[in-house]
C-alpha cells in the first residue's frame, strides 16, 4: 500500500497517536491537516480514524457456575499500550477506562516501548488508573526486555497495583470471591530474569483450578495461545490476554493476518472465545510497536460482563 510523503511523517513522528481524549473526528482531522494543505480523501479519512478512535467494547461472558453475586461484574482489559514519553494514548486510555466503569482493571502487558529510555511516564498513569478501579497487572513479552524493568516494578508497586508474576489475589463481592491468576511471560525464562519463588507455579500445568462454588478463577497470560492451552486444560472460568494486536491488518470478517506467536492468520485475535469449559478474552490492544499501522482494526479497550450461562 502506498502512503503519501505526509501520511508517512505523520507516523514516524507519532502524529497519528496524538489524539486527545474529548476530540471528535473533525478536531482530529484538523490536526492531521497540519501535514498537508488539502483537505483529507474519505479512504485516508477512514485510515486515520481506524488508528485514532479507541473502541471500548462491553462484552456479555457467560460464566459456566457463576456466583449470584458476580452477575454484572465487569472487568476491563488494557493491554499492549506501548507507552512513549510522549504519553501517546495514555489520556485516551484513562478516558476510556473510566468511562466502562469497571469493578477490576485486568493490565495486560507490553506497556512498555523500545523507544522510550525511561519509566518516567508510566509513573502517572498508573497512579490515575488505579484510582479509576481496583487493578491487577502482569507483564508482556516488551516489558520483560526494556531497560527499566526494576523501575517499571516499582512504579506499580507506588500505585498500589499487585503485578502478579506467578502470584495470585483474591478479591469478595458478596459472598463470591474472584482468584485473579497472573503468569511470568517466556520471555522473563528466555532472557533468564524471572521472579522465582517456593512452589512457583510458571510450569502452567501445576496450577490447580478452584473448586470453591463461590469463587471463580481468572487467568492473566499476556500472549493468547499460551492462554488457550491453559484454559484447554480444563477448571478456569476465565483467562484474558493481548499481544496479538488483532493481527495488525483485520480482513473483511474480522480475521487477523499476523500475530506473534501465531504466525499468518492467527486464530485468538480479538473479543471472545470458548476454549474448553472456559472463556478467553483477546483485546487487540491500544498502541503500536514495530508496525505502526491499523488496517480495520481500531484500538481496543474491551470490558467484560460477568453473567450465567
Not at 496479538?244 to 485475535?269: E, I, M
Amino acid at each position: 500500500m502506498k502512503i503519501a510523503p505526509y501520511m508517512e511523517r505523520m507516523i514516524l513522528d507519532g502524529g497519528l497517536l496524538r489524539q486527545r481524549p474529548g476530540d471528535d473526528a473533525a478536531r482530529f482531522v484538523s490536526h492531521v491537516n497540519e501535514y498537508r494543505d488539502e483537505p483529507l480523501t474519505l479512504c485516508e479519512r477512514f485510515f486515520v480514524w481506524q488508528n485514532g478512535r479507541l473502541d471500548v467494547e462491553e462484552i456479555d461472558t457467560p460464566i459456566r457456575s457463576l456466583p449470584k453475586d458476580l452477575e454484572g461484574f465487569r472487568v476491563a482489559l488494557v493491554s499492549d499500550i506501548h507507552l512513549s514519553a510522549r504519553m501517546q494514548r495514555g489520556e485516551e486510555t484513562l478516558r476510556g477506562a473510566a468511562s466502562a466503569k469497571p469493578d477490576l482493571i485486568c493490565m495486560l502487558g507490553d506497556f512498555a516501548d523500545g523507544h522510550t529510555k525511561t519509566a518516567e511516564p508510566y509513573k502517572p498513569f498508573l497512579r490515575a488508573m488505579a484510582g479509576i478501579a481496583p487493578c491487577v497487572a502482569v507483564m508482556g513479552n516488551n516489558d520483560y526486555v526494556c531497560s527499566y524493568l526494576g523501575a517499571l516494578r516499582e512504579y506499580y508497586a507506588q500505585a498500589g497495583i499487585p503485578l502478579l508474576e506467578d502470584e495470585s489475589r483474591t478479591m469478595q463481592r458478596g459472598a463470591a470471591r474472584i482468584r485473579v491468576i497472573g503468569l511470568q511471560d517466556a520471555n522473563a525464562f528466555a532472557y533468564n530474569i524471572p521472579v522465582r519463588r517456593d512452589g512457583t507455579m510458571s510450569n502452567v500445568s501445576t496450577i490447580a483450578a478452584s473448586d470453591d462454588p463461590a469463587m471463580i478463577d481468572i487467568l492473566l497470560i499476556h500472549r493468547p495461545h499460551r492462554a488457550a492451552r491453559t484454559l484447554a486444560q480444563g477448571g478456569f472460568a476465565m483467562a484474558m490476554a493481548g499481544h496479538a494486536h488483532g493481527g495488525q491488518w483485520r480482513l473483511p470478517g474480522g480475521q487477523g493476518l499476523f500475530s506473534p506467536g501465531q504466525g499468518l492468520f492467527p486464530k485468538y485475535t480479538s473479543g471472545l472465545y470458548q476454549v474448553g469449559g472456559g472463556m478467553l478474552l483477546v483485546g487487540r490492544g491500544i498502541g503500536n510497536h514495530e508496525f505502526p499501522i491499523r488496517i480495520n482494526n481500531r484500538p481496543h479497550l474491551p470490558v467484560a460482563v460477568l453473567g450465567r450461562e
